[in-house]
């Protein structure tokens, strides 16, 4: 099932759960716009290149629509599509005054130098730049981009409106972007495994974790998990996996993936087989990487009492019933993920009003938005007699209802 279908199929449960308005339903389903671009750019060698990039803005009744752009070869517009529906829901169960978006571009960042990913940005802002806005819509990194992405958006969208740094999150510092939110996903999915855990009577420390992805997301969890007590017994990432099952040193670790452009080779454990980290014996998995990497094919065979979906949709519907019945409890992405867009809201806050927070603060009110958050959810869970996914998407598609409404929705 591909992600738009699972979105999607994950929607209506939740619809069918809150008994809404069939018109109303197909509304709230239906993406409020969707953009696609042609980006020709000059390459290095003087030839041209041309690549598709994508904006679907899917809904506004509670605020900006809010999402990333991600710079990868499989972006299409059904993944999108699909991003743009979760951050939609995402941004209502953080309750954080956004709606949802996402965009990206169909390319290979990492055959492209940085000229060639400049002159790619500033096209693809010059295509959409009356379409984005400080109140219409908030672009953020995702996967292929980065601060430095953010930088050029910014600038380029600036030459037509002026100086507007509200117009994107996760930008560098020094241009306004928020102290902490590099670490931002990673600490919100600390934060909503702390909360998790708190419901059974654990807590970080002494509990075994495995995590697929050390990129930013899982890197930063790596740290601040290893920094709470728990132990990282397997990591892995595109370049292969380690295990070292009286834990990880996540500090050398990190410093090896940085030096190598990944972790194979780090001599602080075994080599394993990528393909088997999903499954390896542990107490938490953290699926940190694409989508869709739980599926009804190795579902059976996870070992993990607990899953914090810290990827969006990395567990396929399938996956999700067979883990229900094994007991495997599953925080999903839109609560487990949320830290990222979280802070990007704390970042826009700041760039608005002229002022910024020390790191502390930060760190702080994303403690406070991520443990309210699941509480909300665990309220939900009770109220519908349900999981925690049907809990987080009631929770999320109830008050993005309750804000169409109110907003002069007629059926």
């Known amino acids: 099932m591909n992600a738009l279908a699972a979105t999607s199929r994950n929607f209506k449960q939740a619809a069918k759960l809150l008994a809404l308005d069939s018109k109303l339903e197909k509304s709230l389903l239906i993406p409020f716009r969707e953009i696609k671009v042609e980006c020709t750019i000059p390459k290095d060698d003087g030839t041209l290149a041309s690549y598709v990039g994508f904006r679907v803005q899917h809904d506004n009744a509670r605020g900006p629509m809010k999402g990333g752009i991600r710079y990868h070869h499989e972006v299409d517009p059904d993944e999108v599509n699909a991003l743009a529906q979760l951050m939609t829901w995402k941004t209502a169960v953080a309750n954080i005054p956004y709606g949802g978006a996402k965009g990206g571009i169909g390319c290979s960042p990492g055959e492209l130098s940085i000229s060639e990913l400049e002159r790619l940005t500033r096209v693809f802002t010059q295509k959409i730049h009356d379409l984005i806005g400080i109140h219409t819509d908030v672009p953020a990194p995702d996967m292929g981009t980065n601060s430095q992405t953010m930088a050029w958006i910014l600038d380029e969208y600036s030459k ?23 670490a931002a996903t990673g600490r919100g999915v600390l934060f909503a495994t702390e909360a998790l855990l708190a419901e059974h009577g654990k807590g970080i420390a002494g509990q075994r974790f495995v995590i697929q992805g050390f990129g930013n997301v899982g890197s930063w969890a790596a740290q601040l998990i290893t920094e709470a007590g728990g132990k990282v017994i397997a990591i892995s990432d595109v370049t292969g996996a380690v295990k070292n099952l009286n834990g990880l040193d996540i500090a050398q670790l990190v410093k090896h993936s940085a030096q190598n452009r ?43 009492k607990y899953i914090i979906e810290a990827a969006n949709h990395p567990t396929d519907p399938e996956a999700d019933e067979i883990l229900s019945k094994k007991g495997v409890l599953i925080l999903p992405d839109i609560l487990a993920n949320s830290g990222g867009v979280t802070v990007s809201y704390f970042e826009w806050v700041q760039n608005i009003q002229g002022f910024m927070w020390d790191e502390e603060k930060v760190n702080a009110e994303l403690r406070t938005y991520m443990t309210r958050a699941f509480g909300d959810v665990k309220q939900m869970c009770r109220s519908h007699n349900c999981d925690l996914r049907m809990g987080a998407f009631t929770l999320g598609v109830n008050r993005v209802a309750r804000a169409t409404v109110l907003r002069g929705w007629e059926a």
């Not at 994107?168 to 939110?181: A, E, I, N």
């Not at 014996?281 to 996870?302: F, R, S, T, W, Y």
């Open 160 to 182: 037509f409106h002026g100086y507007s740094p509200a117009v994107v999150t996760g930008k560098p510092v020094d241009l306004g972007g928020s102290l902490g939110r590099d």
């Open 262 to 304: 990944g972790i194979k080779g780090f001599n602080g454990g075994d080599a394993i087989d990528p393909n088997s980290l999903l499954t390896e014996e542990c107490d938490v998995l953290i699926p940190a990487a694409l989508g869709g990497v739980i599926n009804k094919d190795n579902a059976n065979d996870i070992k993990a």
